[in-house]
């Protein structure tokens, strides 16, 4: 089990530090923020800066900073999001017409939040 001193070990600048994650904080309450879903494993809320009509987070409670960081026995909590994410979809009413499932790894790739969250995108047309 990953606690926040191991997490703060992990290379890298800022990607183990839970204290200071503003994801572990929405998900804490100190930062209020409506959420669309909730379960014991994992929070949705809408995306602060949308790059779609429907832009959501899929977020596990869990701090994995990246997904690289995720270790043997993350599988069905992994597994969980992807499942939380078609529901959403399903829930926001873009699974039909095509939604994006992104999760962006290491800053090159454009993560800027370091905690694992998977992009729910729909309702406009994507290249
Ligand atoms: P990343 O670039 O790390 O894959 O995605 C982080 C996402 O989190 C960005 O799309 C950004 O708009 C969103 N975000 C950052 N801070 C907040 C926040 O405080 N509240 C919400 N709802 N979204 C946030
Ligand atoms: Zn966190």
């Known amino acids: 089990m990953r606690t926040a001193r191991s997490g703060?070990?992990?290379p890298g600048e800022d990607k183990g530090k839970m204290e200071d994650c503003i994801f572990c904080k929405i998900i804490s309450g100190s930062i209020?923020?409506?959420?669309?879903y909730e379960d014991e494993q994992a929070v949705v809320f809408d995306d602060?800066?949308?790059?779609?009509?429907?832009?959501?987070?899929?977020?596990?409670r869990k701090h994995i900073p990246r997904l690289m960081d995720a270790a043997p026995g993350d599988e069905a909590l992994l597994g969980h999001l992807l499942?939380?994410?078609?529901?959403?979809?399903?829930?926001r009413g873009v699974a039909e017409e095509g939604y994006r499932v992104v999760i962006n790894v290491n800053r090159g790739a454009g993560q800027v939040v370091f905690h694992l969250h998977?992009?729910?995108?729909?309702?406009?047309?994507?290249?």
């Not at 939380?84 to 399903?90: E, I, L, Q, T």
């Open 8 to 10: 703060a070990n992990l």
């Open 32 to 36: 209020p923020t409506k959420m669309v």
């Open 48 to 60: 602060i800066h949308p790059q779609a009509p429907i832009h959501l987070l899929v977020v596990p």
């Open 83 to 91: 499942e939380v994410a078609n529901r959403v979809a399903r829930e």
């Open 118 to 127: 998977l992009h729910v995108m729909g309702g406009r047309k994507f290249a």
